[in-house]
């Protein structure tokens, strides 16, 4: 099973987020995010939230920029929040996941959340993923949009 994993985060983050991206993807998970996987010419304002609404878990990047700002970022996070509620008792499904020393919002502060800068973030990171995909029932891939 790959697992679909929404990446919420700041514009300023990109870049670490981009990197996460690359390393869930040779882990043989299905991240999403937006500047990797919306194409030219989709409605950003659509595909967001259905690639919410499609994940198996939405990790939510925090940073210092991520948490002092206003955004869509922030609209994500309450999109996710609502999915988050639909789920089972118990399912993973939103993981705070801090990428630098930073607070972590109340709304957010239920789930216990994963340091991804320090030393073993990214091993508990994985850990809460594969555990994610174990209670996942199978799902077959999206197919790639269809070329005009």
């Known amino acids: 099973m790959s697992l679909r994993i929404f990446l919420c985060h700041a514009h300023e983050?990109?870049?670490?987020?981009s990197d996460l991206y690359q390393r869930l993807k040779g882990e043989g998970f299905q991240p999403w995010m937006d500047k990797k996987d919306l194409l030219p010419g989709q409605a950003w304002q659509l595909e967001i939230p259905k690639a919410v609404r499609a994940a198996d878990v939405v990790l939510a990047c925090l940073s210092a920029q991520f948490v002092?700002?206003?955004?869509?970022?922030?609209?994500?996070?309450?999109?996710?929040?609502d999915t988050a509620d639909l789920q089972p008792e118990g399912t993973i499904f939103v993981i705070p996941l801090r990428l630098e020393e930073c607070e972590v919002p109340e709304r957010l502060r239920c789930w216990h959340w994963?340091?991804?800068?320090?030393?073993?973030?990214?091993?508990?990171?994985?850990?809460?993923?594969?555990?994610?995909?174990?209670?996942?029932?199978?799902?077959?891939?999206?197919?790639?949009?269809?070329?005009?």
């Not at 983050?13 to 987020?17: F, G, M, S």
């Not at 993923?129 to 949009?145: D, I, M, V």
């Open 68 to 81: 002092s700002k206003a955004g869509y970022a922030q609209r994500e996070i309450k999109l996710a929040l």
């Open 13 to 17: 983050d990109r870049q670490a987020v």
């Open 114 to 148: 994963c340091d991804y800068f320090e030393e073993e973030g990214y091993g508990l990171l994985l850990r809460a993923l594969r555990f994610r995909a174990e209670q996942c029932p199978l799902k077959p891939a999206p197919s790639p949009p269809s070329p005009p």
